[in-house]
């Protein structure tokens, strides 16, 4: 058994050294098709943290009126951490809303000015709410429509947001089908060149082959060097793939940070290198077997 092993992946690396331009090309379609799966790869892992950033963004804000007595507020407050969509819930009383603004607006004289000339404090308290999940907004600015609160409340704010994060959503969307559509082209053109590369091979050791079949040897043994060849292809592109990787995260990382300051992109991709190197050689390699598999298939009537 170990002969014969050792017979099929020597047979199989002449038969990926033999046919050299071919190869290369065979390769460095098969290096495109591998590069766009890696990015789709990334690309999910970015508009994840992305989203998720958003949405921790996110929240409801809830205006209450100058004459809002505070213990009413307190009771708003209190009964909607009861209600099981809301993750959070932040009271901002209107001493507090002043000293925001000010804080934010210490620069500006104007600003300052016209607040020295106030007799009295203009800004509202207010509730910033955060839901456990996005899709829990609209049950609770349902609810803040209660009849009930009318008498206090002066106006909720989500629409904005909630179109905004939609909006993203549905362009994430969008391009992940698109990544996936163009990783799907490429992969059927490195099977197709790897195709063509065995039938060549096949084409240009048919004496062999048939020699081999007179004397009686099994198919296996004649199926198995353009097989391993194939796995070759694949495992030879996920190499090269990762090395092309590398500079490339490196260079992209600190832009998508600027962007996204939760994405360390060049921490993720060396924290599971080995699992993404496992993965191009799975699906590189996948790509080489069933190619090489149809065209022996077809070839050799086996």
Do not use: C
């Not at 071919?22 to 495109?32: E, F, G, Q, S």
């Not at 990015?39 to 999910?44: A, N």
């Not at 048939?210 to 099994?218: E, F, H, T, Y």
């Not at 796995?231 to 600027?258: D, E, K, R």
Request: charged share 20%; hydrophobic share 50%.
């Amino acid at each position: 058994m170990s002969t014969t092993l050792a017979r099929i992946f020597k047979y199989g690396l002449q038969l990926f050294y033999r046919h050299g331009w071919l190869t290369v090309a065979t390769i460095t379609v098969m290096v495109i098709a591998l590069i766009m799966y890696q990015v789709l790869i990334l690309f999910g892992v970015i508009t994840d943290t992305a989203t998720t950033s958003l949405r921790d963004k996110i929240d409801i804000a809830v205006y209450f009126k100058t004459s809002a007595v505070e213990d009413d507020i307190l009771n708003i407050e209190k009964s909607l951490k009861g209600l099981p969509e809301v993750k959070e819930v932040e009271y901002i009383s209107r001493d507090k809303a002043l000293e925001i603004f000010k804080e934010a607006h210490k620069d500006d004289a104007n600003i300052n000015q016209a607040l020295a000339e106030l007799d009295s404090n203009p800004l509202r308290a207010s509730l910033n709410i955060k839901a456990k999940d996005t899709n829990d907004y609209p049950t609770i600015a349902a609810y803040l429509e209660n009849e009930g609160f009318k008498t206090v409340v002066e106006k909720v704010t989500y629409t904005q947001n909630k179109v905004a994060i939609d909006r993203l959503n549905k362009l994430i969307d969008t391009m992940r089908k698109i990544g996936l559509a163009v990783t799907i082209f490429l992969a059927f053109a490195a099977s197709l060149v790897a195709f063509n590369t065995i039938r060549l091979a096949i084409y240009s050791n048919r004496e062999e082959i048939g020699i081999m079949r007179l004397v009686g040897a099994a198919n296996n043994f004649i199926k198995g060097p353009y097989l391993f060849s194939g796995i070759l292809y694949g495992v030879t592109g996920a190499v090269l793939t990762t090395i092309i990787m590398i500079p490339a995260v490196n260079f992209a990382s600190p832009y998508f940070q600027t962007f996204i300051p939760e994405m360390n992109l060049a921490n993720y991709f060396y924290s599971n290198i080995i699992s993404l190197f496992l993965y191009l050689v799975l699906f590189g390699a996948g790509l080489g077997i069933v190619s090489s598999w149809i065209a022996i298939r077809r070839y050799l009537k086996l």
